[in-house]
């Protein structure tokens, strides 16, 4: 049975349920009341505090009263509909809820998976499995799920949030630069396997490790010291380069075309440094302005997009990948003209030892 808890900030407006966040924020909350009343309820959510505003509001829940903060009130999404009850007449149901829980954050690889908690168990890891494979940087395999729930459980990667309602919800933040750490380190412990064990399994949850052995963090020490002692010794005896052409230098040219800060680079998931070639850019991005049909954003989307779905589905290792793509050659007179093209995705160090990725043709190097 549903539970009406009252809002003392604002007469006429209740809530059936809600959900927070680890900041306290309002991850998920359903507001029912009069129409007037809860827009006049939303509306105090964008005014200063002087002019009647709100950051945060009660909620007496029957276990007590519970503060719940607003957040960023640009952050969240609404949708409402009509309740039709004997007693009050009409009303207006509204959920409010985080825009991630709709629309992941692919570039800082955040989600939030709302369920109902009648929801089975088996159906809601299901769901959560497909949302972490689509938020991760690196191929998961699905043999892995259990380890791999465990060990973002326990870094809190995934967080099951507090609340009271018929929903629940796990919030879900990855950090890239510790994942493949993570991946690495349970890899050589034998936690995660490639092929399978005596058992028939590619698991060994046993085996996990939450960060690398001391031994194995010395041991890349001591090698990153002895290439940069080796270095210096070949400069010693050979001298430095008298020039050395950099990415920087090739984007700066016009030979590379850096597409980092695009949407389109950060909605297909990059989220690292990405650079197309001068002939990629041309042939299968540039597209005239009097032909319509196409144009640069929608065909740079499909190379991006493309470039991260193989990187996320490809079983090889390595520094090179090769991948498809349906275009229009950019001197078509239709769009009717798709013709499928393969391109190479070269993923290696920057001028600085960061990790950047360049996509060329096939016989560009």
Same mark, same amino acid.
């Given at each position: ?24 924020? @309002? ?14 309820? $939303?509306? $105090?959510?964008?005014?200063? &505090? ?16 519970? $503060? ?52 089975? &168990? ?24 259990? &380890? ?15 609340? @009271? ?71 010693? @005896? ?5 020039? &050395?052409?950099? $990415? ?118």
């Amino acid at each position: 049975m549903t539970t009406l808890m009252k809002i003392p900030d604002v007469n006429e407006v209740f809530t059936d349920g809600f959900l927070i966040d680890d900041t306290g924020s @309002i991850a998920f909350l359903s507001l029912i009341g009069r129409d007037t009343a809860i827009q006049e309820f $939303r509306a $105090r959510w964008s005014l200063p &505090v002087s002019q009647g505003g709100l950051i945060d509001f009660q909620v007496e829940t029957p276990d007590g009263t519970v $503060r719940l903060s607003l957040g960023n009130p640009e952050s969240l999404e609404f949708l409402s509909g009509r309740l039709q009850t004997k007693i009050f007449g009409n009303l207006i149901q509204v959920f409010v809820y985080k825009d991630i829980a709709q629309k992941p954050d692919f570039a800082n690889r955040k989600a939030l998976q709302l369920f109902r908690r009648i929801e089975k &168990v088996q159906e809601v890891e299901a769901k959560l499995w497909t949302l972490i494979k689509s938020l991760s940087p690196l191929p998961l395999l699905d043999e892995w799920k259990e &380890v791999i729930f465990s060990l973002f459980k326990k870094k809190d990667w995934i967080k099951a949030l507090p609340g @009271i309602g018929e929903l629940s919800a796990h919030a879900v933040s990855i950090p890239e630069n510790e994942l493949e750490t993570l991946l690495k380190a349970n890899i050589q412990s034998g936690a995660l396997l490639a092929a399978k064990n005596e058992a028939g399994k590619l698991i060994d949850p046993e085996k996990s490790v939450l960060a690398p052995p001391q031994c194995l963090v010395d041991l890349q020490e001591e090698l990153d010291d002895t290439f940069k002692e080796t270095e210096e010794n070949i400069h010693e @005896i050979f001298g430095k380069p008298i020039s &050395v052409y950099t $990415r920087s230098q090739a984007i700066e040219d016009g030979f590379l075309v850096d597409v980092s800060k695009t949407s389109e680079a950060k909605e297909s998931g990059f989220v690292v440094p990405v650079a197309l070639t001068r002939e990629v850019w041309d042939n299968y991005v540039a597209w005239p302005s009097d032909i319509g049909g196409q144009d640069e954003k929608g065909r740079l989307w499909d190379v991006l997009y493309m470039a991260h779905h193989a990187i996320k589905t490809s079983k090889a290792n390595g520094e090179q990948l090769l991948y498809k793509l349906n275009c229009v050659p950019h001197d078509s007179k239709t769009c009717s003209d798709a013709t499928e093209v393969t391109l190479k995705l070269v993923s290696g160090p920057g001028d600085n030892g960061e990790h950047v990725i360049t996509i060329m043709k096939p016989n560009e190097s």
